[in-house]
């Protein structure tokens, strides 16, 4: 059964930094993507980060050049470090891993950024 486990979220001023984790309880080769999403009330979930199977990294245009998404195979676990963070990115991030047209849910973790 595939579990996505996140962590790292917080309460950070704008201009900060924080990183996300998402463990995946199976190797996440397995997936053919592996991303991170956020979520605000009242709006639909967006696209942050993603990363394919190949290593072929994609970007939302309001986060280019700020968050980085990697993975470590070895801890099955993929991350999103977010740097320069803004108050607009306050949101529920979540962790999501799709294989073919499955997709996979973490719990989310919140993130507020705020002075």
């Known amino acids: 059964q595939v579990q996505l486990v996140e962590s790292g979220g917080g309460l950070v001023q704008p201009g900060g930094s924080l990183s996300l984790s998402c463990a995946s309880s199976v190797n996440i080769f397995e997936f053919n993507t592996m991303g991170w999403y956020r979520q605000t009330p009242g709006k639909q979930r967006e696209l942050v980060a993603d990363?394919?199977?190949?290593?072929?990294?994609n970007y939302a245009d309001s986060v280019k050049g700020r968050f980085t998404i990697s993975r470590d195979s070895a801890k099955n676990t993929v991350y999103l470090q977010m740097n320069s963070l803004k108050p607009e990115d306050t949101a529920v991030y979540y962790c999501s891993a799709r294989i073919m047209s499955r997709a996979y849910w973490g719990q989310g973790t919140q993130v507020t950024v705020s002075s």
């Open positions: 990363i394919n199977v190949g290593g072929t990294r």
